[in-house]
């Protein structure tokens, strides 16, 4: 399992942090995980099958 950063999801994505935060909030993104006190991350298997649902919809 790999945990993505914050600079490695908005690589991966291309949304913004606050973008980020609104989709979790609403329910349609994967939740962040919390590292930390000042850290989190998101597992990047569940961000992949994120991003392979919109893929999918578009075909």
């Known amino acids: 399992m790999r945990i ?4 490695q999801l908005k690589e991966l994505v291309l949304y913004s942090p606050q973008h980020i ?3 979790e909030a609403a329910g349609k993104f994967p ?3 919390k590292l930390g006190p000042n850290r989190v991350g998101w597992i ?8 392979q649902q919109r ?5």
Not at 4 to 7: A, D, F, N, T
Not at 44 to 51: G, K, M, P, Q, R
């Open 4 to 7: 993505l950063s914050k600079r």
């Open 21 to 23: 935060a609104r989709l």
């Open 31 to 33: 939740k962040r995980i």
């Open 44 to 51: 990047e298997e569940e961000v992949l099958d994120w991003l």
């Open 55 to 59: 893929i999918d919809r578009r075909d």
